[in-house]
C-alpha cells in the first residue's frame, strides 16, 4: 500500500513541476529542463555503475566460494593428521 501512495506522490509531484515548469520563459524553462535532464543523466549513470559493481561483486564472491569448496573438497580426502589447521 505504502509503494502506490509513493507512486501517486511522484506523479502529483512530477505534473506540479511539470506545469510550473511550462508557465516560465523560454531561456529559464530550457535552463531548468537542461539541468534537470543532467541530473537524471547522472543519477541513471550511477545507477549503471552500482549494478556493475554489485554484479562483479557476486561473481567475485561465487569464485571465492568456489576455490573455498575446492580446498575443502582436497582436505577431507587426506588424513585429518596431515593437517593440523
Known amino acids: ?3 502506490r501512495s509513493s ?3 511522484m506523479r502529483w509531484t512530477t ?7 511550462s508557465r516560465l520563459e523560454g531561456d529559464l524553462q530550457i535552463m531548468i529542463l537542461s539541468t534537470l535532464h543532467l541530473i537524471l543523466f547522472c543519477l541513471a549513470a550511477l545507477v549503471a555503475v552500482a549494478i556493475g559493481v554489485a ?4 561473481r ?14 582436497r582436505r ?8 593440523p589447521f
Open 60 to 73: 567475485r564472491q561465487r569464485g571465492l566460494t568456489e576455490i573455498l569448496r575446492r580446498i575443502v573438497r
Open 76 to 83: 577431507s580426502h587426506h588424513h585429518a593428521d596431515d593437517y
Open 15 to 21: 505534473a506540479f513541476f511539470v506545469y510550473q515548469v
Open 1 to 3: 500500500m505504502a509503494y
Open 7 to 9: 507512486l501517486a506522490m
Open 55 to 58: 554484479i562483479h561483486e557476486r
